[in-house]
């Protein structure tokens, strides 16, 4: 099976940072895509940014300039640098990866989540 481990969520006042991280490991081929969704409370959980193998990026508009998805040397991270946070940034942030496993099947799997709070 495969885990994503995220972290780097936290409390911030407006106008401050964070960095998220996530880690996956496992019986990983290979990964297609990661990304970071959000849900906030009762709303549905939203994209926030993915990243391709290739390398690819694409951000929700409401983030577009303010966040950044990157992968790590490894290939199996993904971190999210947002910066210029808003209160309405605040939500849980989950990990997602789309994994190639070593016995053939593509799955999805999703982190654990990790709570970002913006303060005003």
């Known amino acids: 099976q495969v885990q994503l481990v995220e972290s780097g969520g936290g409390l911030v006042q407006a106008g401050g940072s964070l960095r998220l991280s996530c880690a996956a490991s496992?019986?990983?081929?290979?990964?297609?895509?990661m990304g970071w969704y959000r849900q906030a409370p009762g709303k549905q959980r939203e994209l926030v940014a993915i990243?391709?193998?290739?390398?690819?990026?694409n951000y929700a508009d409401s983030v577009k300039g303010r966040f950044t998805i990157s992968r790590g040397n490894a290939k199996n991270t993904v971190y999210l640098q947002m910066n210029s946070l808003k209160p309405e940034d605040t939500a849980v942030y989950y990990c997602?990866?789309?994994?190639?496993?070593?016995?053939?099947?593509?799955?999805?799997?999703w982190g654990q989540g990790t709570q970002v709070t913006v303060s005003s």
């Open positions: 496992g019986s990983i081929f290979s990964i297609n895509a």
């Open positions: 997602n990866a789309d994994v190639r496993l070593f016995a053939g099947p593509r799955v999805d799997y």
């Open positions: 990243i391709t193998s290739g390398g690819s990026t």
